[in-house]
């Protein structure tokens, strides 16, 4: 699908709202280096009445290890079921800096079937992580078919939110002025 000619910023604003991030964390990600951003994904019933599901993942991040010059274009592996989707958040990255030479890759276990609601679903799951004193790992939710893009928005935030002390740090090693 060719988002440029027909992709509005209403349609994204709904898109991007109404995937959310029920529980964030709250540290940086390192400016060299890997990172995993451990998630917990509640997924909307296809129809009312149906089941929830939820499914534990992670996605690995990949920095640069020396930063060069060249744009490249940031990878997504294993986030999106539908082309759809993948076409839509390459829209989303292609008009946003900061994405150049990262590398993003989802990796999820099976999905469980829950009877709950998906407020009900993330309650438990919060309940759980603070039982865990588990600080690290975040619960997203999304509509159905739209799984992809609540990852995708947990991990685009981490970067935005990260990148004040990224920028500093580089300026402290001697790579910016």
């Known amino acids: 699908m060719d988002f440029s000619h027909e ?23 390192f400016t060299f280096g890997d990172q995993k951003l451990p998630y917990y994904l509640v997924c909307g019933a296809a129809e009312p009445g149906s089941t ?6 992670e ?3 990949t920095r640069p290890m020396i930063i060069t010059p060249d744009h490249m274009e940031p990878e997504f592996r294993n986030f999106f079921e539908e082309q759809e989707e993948a076409d839509l958040a390459a829209f989303l990255l292609s008009r946003t800096a900061g994405f150049s030479n990262l590398k993003f890759a989802n ?22 992580l603070d ?17 992809g893009i609540a990852i995708m928005r ?13 920028i500093q740090e580089l300026r402290e090693r001697g790579f910016l002025n």
Request: glycine share 6%; charged share 30%.
């Open 154 to 166: 947990y991990a685009a935030e981490r970067v935005w939110e990260s990148a004040p002390g990224n």
């Open 131 to 147: 039982d865990e004193e588990e600080e690290h790992t975040a619960i997203l939710s999304a509509p159905p078919g739209m799984g």
């Open 7 to 29: 992709f509005d910023e209403q349609r994204f604003f709904e898109i991007w709202t109404a995937v959310r991030i029920e529980r964030p964390v709250n540290f940086s990600l």
């Open 107 to 128: 990796t999820s276990g099976p999905e469980r079937i829950v009877s709950d609601s998906i407020e009900e679903a993330v309650a438990k799951l919060n309940k759980q």
């Open 52 to 57: 929830v599901t939820i499914r534990k993942g």
């Open 59 to 61: 996605v690995s991040i």
